[in-house]
């Protein structure tokens, strides 16, 4: 399977910072044996998409959508479009668009569909907070958001299952330099699988162990390899250390530590 190093941007970056991320990130490109996917801020897709065109060995996508295709949403990415500019995924659930914007499972099942049906990859995100955490609900809590953000109506099919990934971020670990232990973070993953086959309709079955795995929440150049080495990881999503071309020079070169 693949190995997945999907930076995160946030509202961050400006034109400035852009080009001299792809300065470096040209001189580096050829080192980096990992699928490599970016979200930068929406506005920004456009110059990303044309820098990495040139470079090469990278992947552009956007941090969130619209879960309708077009109408008067004022302020609103619409799925269609962002297929019309040739994004290559979006971010659905990410826990900021969950906390900050109260976005529910059963809105981020439409936005899901709609990006699957727009024939682009979503990652759909999921995670607990440090209260669900403390009050042990963590398999809880994944299981709710994956049986209604992935199969609350039947959206997954031959044809646009291999679009999908799953990032674990547990919400106390984003930004804050805290890391999920690999056993934690093994535990949770297979517990994904497991939900993942249950959920699945019997033709599918066998993607349960096939859908990409991210891990996301302070990961760095120093704990990667451990990461990438935990049974059931395919990859990171990284936020803070994605943001400079060193940092994501290291973040590509890693090699999973067994
Ligand atoms: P972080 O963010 O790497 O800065 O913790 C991860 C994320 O929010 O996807």
């Not at 990410?94 to 439409?110: G, P, V, W």
């Not at 859908?211 to 451990?226: M, R």
Request: aromatic share 8%; glycine share 8%.
């Amino acid at each position: 399977m693949k190995t997945y190093i999907v930076g995160n941007w946030k509202m961050n970056q400006t034109l400035e910072s852009i080009q001299e991320f792809f300065v470096q990130f040209s001189k580096i490109k050829m080192e980096i044996s990992h699928d490599v996917w970016i979200a930068p801020q929406s506005i920004h897709f456009p110059i990303l998409k044309e820098l990495a065109f040139t470079t090469g060995n990278i992947q552009i996508g956007v941090q969130n959508c619209s879960d309708k295709e077009q109408g008067a949403y004022t302020g609103e990415i619409s799925p269609l479009s962002l297929k019309d500019m040739g994004a290559h995924f979006v971010i659905v659930g990410h826990s900021e668009r969950r906390q900050i914007f109260a976005e529910t499972n059963a809105l981020l099942h439409q936005k899901c569909q709609a990006v699957l049906k727009n024939d682009m990859n979503v990652i759909f995100c999921i995670g607990e907070t440090q209260e669900e955490k403390t009050l042990n609900l963590t398999t809880k809590i994944i299981k709710e958001q994956i049986e209604v953000g992935l199969f609350s109506s039947p959206m997954l099919t031959e044809a646009n299952i291999g679009q999908l990934l799953i990032a674990y971020e547990p919400v106390w670990a984003i930004g804050t330099g805290l890391v999920a232990t690999p056993s934690d973070i093994a535990s949770v993953h297979e517990h994904i699988r497991q939900i993942l086959s249950e959920a699945l309709p019997e033709s599918l079955k066998q993607w349960a162990w096939e859908i990409p795995l991210l891990y996301g929440g302070s990961v760095k150049p120093d704990n990667i390899a451990e990461i990438l080495g935990t049974p059931n990881v395919n990859g990171v999503l990284v936020g803070g250390a994605s943001l400079k071309a060193q940092d994501f020079k290291a973040l590509g070169l890693a090699r999973p530590y067994a």
